[in-house]
């Protein structure tokens, strides 16, 4: 993969999602123009909690199309949810790119813009409250089908068509799968960790997360992150 289209960008305002009024900007929208796209993201998009969302470490999601016809296979449940684009929270939608065949600081053209990946996503509990399926965030976990966030090197307008183009590609050997495998499959692996505590171009809190594995030779919790209110 060198090349890929952008079929649909889009942003998203926060929004109440549930009846205790929490906000979310999970529900993103296609835009048919141009937009600015600088450090924190796309001119017109927000995110509700910036402690959590957001920032320039995650200034872009990117969320693969071809993976909501995998979602269908085992939930029809899931079918209008994932009717439109957008379900998962995605600024950019695409087909050709995925977990698989995405590496941690990949560079990327996008229209004037220039990105890199900066991590994979950790699913939390809003994803429950968009699907109406409290394990939704446990099973994006385990499906490996998580997406990616972007932070931007260079500013600059993007628009739907645009073409993604692959122009460094620094750790072939840590594709975004491989992470995401390690991270969530409980690895203890010093070998492992210390290695991807040394991929400089991974976001801090990743780094830290394998540091904290190394130091105290546990798995930290997923609970609160996964279900907000752990039953």
Not at 59 to 78: G, I, M, N, Q, T
Request: hydrophobic share 40%; glycine share 8%.
């Amino acid at each position: 993969m060198s090349a890929v289209r952008l079929l649909v960008l889009l942003v998203g305002k926060a929004v109440p999602i549930n009846e205790k009024g929490d906000l979310s900007a999970i529900g993103k929208r296609p835009v048919e123009t141009a937009l600015w796209l600088g450090e924190e993201g796309f001119v017109g998009d927000e995110q509700a909690d910036r402690r959590v969302h957001g920032g320039p470490e995650k200034a872009v999601h990117h969320y693969p199309f071809e993976h909501y016809a995998c979602w269908l296979v085992d939930h029809e449940d899931l079918a209008g949810p994932l009717a439109e684009v957008g379900a998962f929270g995605e600024n950019l939608s695409t087909v050709g790119m995925t977990e698989e065949t995405v590496c941690i600081g990949d560079v990327y053209r996008l229209g004037d813009a220039l990105v890199q990946v900066s991590q994979a996503r950790q699913p939390c509990w809003k994803l429950a409250e968009r699907f109406g399926r409290r394990d939704m965030p446990l099973r994006l976990q385990q499906t490996g089908r998580t997406g990616w966030y972007y932070r931007v090197l260079q500013s600059g307008e993007v628009r739907a068509g645009d073409v993604l183009e692959l122009v460094e590609r620094p750790h072939p050997n840590w594709p975004l799968a491989r992470l995401l495998r390690v991270i969530f499959d409980r690895s203890l692996s010093s070998e492992v960790l210390e290695e991807i505590v040394a991929l400089t171009v991974l976001s801090a809190s990743w780094r830290k997360l394998a540091e904290k594995r190394l130091a105290s030779r546990e798995v930290e919790g997923w609970d609160r992150r996964l279900y907000r209110d752990p039953a």
